[in-house]
């Protein structure tokens, strides 16, 4: 007899889960903090960051809570740019990054990432408006400004603009909230960068070890001889360590970074995988600290950028800094195994899983 195999029913936690020892954490972490924000904020974190004509960019998530303190209300949260010659030495722009879209500036945009594409600077963000989470991208015009190109519909975070064209068109990386109550990544294409469609799965928490809650891409992939190379944070859940903060919130997520290898001409043909988590919240600026951090046990990247054999991975720690460390291309190489998903295309019906769609292991 055969048994079949529901890769949708919910996961065991994950347990005890560690630090890839190839991964050097810089020694002078944090890189930015609230401290280093010339207005009034709480929280400094989730930067994406860019090589851009030379020079170094940072484009950060702050927050502010009202007298300071993150056991109160949010009563602003927006971006913020930074510069840089070296990467780790960072000066902020004395004002906030302004979103113009149709004569009007927006407000609450927050979660990017920074994209080079054909020597134009484009911002990734999730503008939080009033009917919900509306992900986006902008072009850089100078300063602190920079032109909305698209403002997409309700509901998704994480979308990430790519860094070039496949055959001509371009793509991203987004993930959709949907009756599920595990959250994947998917891409989708355009010839305009308005217009997006053709989108499809391209990678299930059903497929990472080491995610039980969601996943989504953490910057722009990263071009490699072996293919696109994408960083990936993954969300797992235990009710053994639940904490509870001074405002009777309940937390019990714990965030961690994986990555994944596609292919050059087609990006939903996955080649390769972490079977465990690249980075994993640990030190005392990731981890322990309930009263100074949003949100504990969170390492959250936002930004890669190869320097020669070298990726600098740039990340949020417990929701409150942003931080960096690096990993040697080989070492990432021999992280990773050979992988293909469970399936090709989200389009299996609930039958379709009940027939054994998915495989069949043999029972002992």
């Not at 990726?311 to 931080?323: F, P």
Request: aromatic share 14%.
């Amino acid at each position: 007899m055969k048994n079949y195999i529901n890769p949708f029913l919910p996961k065991e936690p994950a347990g005890p889960l560690s630090s890839s020892p190839a991964v050097r954490r810089y020694a002078g972490n944090p890189l930015l903090t609230a401290e280093d924000v010339p207005w009034d904020c709480s929280l400094a974190f989730n930067a994406g960051v860019a090589k851009f004509r030379g020079k170094y960019y940072m484009a950060f998530r702050y927050d502010t809570f009202f007298e300071n303190d993150t056991n109160k209300s949010l009563i602003d949260s927006g971006a913020g740019l930074a510069e840089s010659e070296d990467g780790l030495h960072w000066t902020v722009h004395k004002k906030r990054i302004s979103f113009h879209w149709k004569g009007k500036c927006l407000g609450w945009v927050n979660d990017a990432r920074l994209t080079v594409l054909e020597d134009e600077l484009y911002l990734s963000f999730c503008f939080n408006s009033l009917h919900g989470e509306r992900p986006g991208f902008a072009r850089w015009t100078g300063g602190d400004d920079f032109e909305v190109v698209c403002l997409g519909i309700p509901a998704q975070r994480n979308m990430i603009l790519c860094g070039d064209r496949i055959d001509g068109k371009y793509w991203r990386l987004e993930r959709p909230v949907t009756h599920r109550n595990t959250y994947d990544i998917w891409a989708s294409y355009s010839t305009d960068l308005i217009h997006w469609g053709e989108a499809e799965l391209l990678l299930g928490v059903e497929d990472v070890p080491f995610a039980t809650f969601k996943i989504g891409a953490a910057a722009p992939p990263v071009v490699t001889d072996r293919g696109y190379l994408v960083f990936f944070h993954s969300v797992d859940n235990d009710p053994a360590r639940e904490i509870t903060y001074a405002n009777g919130t309940k937390w019990c997520s714990r965030y961690t970074c994986g990555a994944l290898l596609l292919d050059k001409k087609n990006p939903f043909n996955i080649l390769a995988l972490t079977q465990k988590p690249l980075l994993v919240p640990e030190t005392d600026y990731e981890t322990g600290n309930m009263e100074l951090f949003w949100r504990e046990n969170v390492v959250f990247p936002c930004g890669a950028i190869p320097e020669k054999d070298t990726i600098r991975l740039y990340y949020g720690a417990g929701d409150y800094s942003t931080c960096m460390a690096e990993i040697k291309l080989d070492d990432l190489w021999n992280e990773m195994t050979p992988y293909s998903r469970r399936t090709r295309e989200a389009i299996l019906s609930p039958n379709e899983l009940r027939n054994g769609y998915y495989g069949t292991v043999e029972k002992k």
